[in-house]
């Protein structure tokens, strides 16, 4: 018996080992693993930009009419850098093509088939709530008339918030569309669309806020003034 009752033991306290060592790993490895991978994909846009290797996007100030397309994103690249000034003066994320699982590992990721960054359409954007860094962890402090301001390199573009967080099921695919009609929009413009899973440690809904895009000027002029301190 004496046995028995010392093996049950030791097997529990092995069991609430692996337990707490996998806590650690979803809560705190993963995190500094995706944090590191998502200042490896900004230094990676701005060696890029750096190197002038930019076309300005569709509807920005940079792109004049007679321009050709500028090119078409690439699944798992980084294009983008988004910034929200309610999250942090700090935050800013990558923003990839494509929402497979392991797009999302290394930032906000662009749901292929909506509308280009600056463009008329509907550009919508997923993001971890929790681990891989926690990118829309405080989603929920999200309001209208906060910005999110985003770059190409070339040009600023600053969305302003009209709807959400509003919450619904991961089936509701209409949230994307190019007129989103439960934000209240009724007529085809540039949106944008920012998502994420609900509850916080869960994924049986998800939250969405809505934005417009209020305003572009080019990089060379600074930044704009919704990130100024």
């Known amino acids: 018996m004496r046995v028995i009752v010392r093996t049950v033991s030791e097997l529990c306290i092995t069991v609430g080992t692996l337990i707490v060592l996998f806590v ?3 809560l705190f490895w993963t995190g500094v693993q995706a944090d590191g ?8 846009l701005h ?7 930019v076309q300005p996007a569709a509807g920005s100030t940079g792109a004049s009419a ?18 929200i000034p309610r999250l942090g003066s700090t ?26 960054l600056g463009e008329r359409g509907n550009f919508a954007v997923a993001g971890h709530r929790r ?19 985003l770059t190409d390199g070339s040009t600023w573009f600053t969305y302003r918030i009209d709807k959400g967080p509003y919450k619904t099921v991961p089936t509701d ?15 085809p413009g540039r949106y944008l ?37």
């Open 24 to 26: 650690v790993y979803v």
């Open 37 to 44: 991978v998502m200042s490896d994909q900004i230094d990676q």
């Open 47 to 53: 060696q890029q930009w750096s190197k002038g290797s």
């Open 66 to 83: 007679g321009a050709a397309r500028p090119a078409a994103y690439h699944y798992g690249k980084p294009f983008a850098i988004m910034y």
């Open 91 to 116: 935050w800013n994320k990558p923003v990839l093509e494509g929402t497979g699982t392991d797009v999302l590992k290394k930032g906000l990721a662009h749901y292929a088939g909506t509308a280009r």
């Open 131 to 149: 681990t891989y860094g926690d990118p829309f962890k405080d989603f929920p402090r999200l309001r209208p008339g906060d910005a999110v301001v």
């Open 173 to 187: 695919v209409e949230v994307i569309d190019p007129v989103p009609r439960k934000s209240g929009y009724t007529r």
């Open 193 to 229: 669309t920012l998502t994420t899973c609900d509850p916080e440690w869960g994924h049986s809904h998800r939250l969405i806020v809505w934005a417009h895009l209020d305003s572009t000027q080019p990089v060379e002029s600074g930044e704009p003034r919704a990130l100024r301190r």
